[in-house]
């Protein structure tokens, strides 16, 4: 390496393509990947908790609308809920715990709705389970009582 001096000031002389990065520079390189990397994680696991909370407000409205015709003596209100896209159909099944799940490529438990004949519910469609498909993120359902019935069924809008 030449030095050349100029006044009270040296210029070091770089061979051509040669480059030099500091310890600062590198470090700052560094970090930028790692802030990165940490924000596409935490996008992605923020679009997950969306899913998330569209599901249980599902879940908590299917409920709040059960609930309010099982408190009436007859009643028939044809419903439409927003779903994730990635859920296939919404499933009630006869089981003791959970008579509710969602179908996706993985199932995915839902949890016990109160007040629904189950029993009469599955008998409509036809099998157990009986699912309601989701059609870009909705899912339209028939919830009804009838004079003398003590629960709620739940049919396919057609």
């Not at 709040?64 to 859920?87: C, H, N, T």
């Not at 959970?98 to 099998?127: A, C, M, P, V, Y």
Request: charged share 25%.
């Amino acid at each position: 390496m030449q030095f050349i001096k100029r006044g009270c000031v040296s210029i070091k002389k770089v061979k051509k393509g040669q480059m030099k990065l500091s310890f600062g520079m590198i470090f700052s390189i560094i970090l930028i990947i790692v802030f990165l990397a940490f924000a596409i994680y935490a996008i992605t696991k923020f679009l997950g908790f969306q899913d998330t909370l569209k599901i249980e407000g599902f879940m908590n409205d299917l409920q709040g609308d059960i609930d309010r015709i099982w408190k009436g003596s007859q009643a028939s209100i044809q419903v439409e809920y927003s779903l994730p896209k990635k859920i296939d159909a919404v499933c009630f099944t006869d089981e003791e715990h959970e008579n509710l799940f969602f179908q996706s490529e993985t199932i995915i438990r839902g949890k016990k709705i109160e007040h629904i004949d189950i029993l009469e519910t599955t008998k409509n469609g036809g099998e157990d389970p009986f699912c309601i498909e989701n059609e870009n993120g909705k899912v339209k359902m028939i919830i009804k009582k009838d004079f003398g019935e003590s629960l709620v069924t739940i049919t396919e809008q057609v």
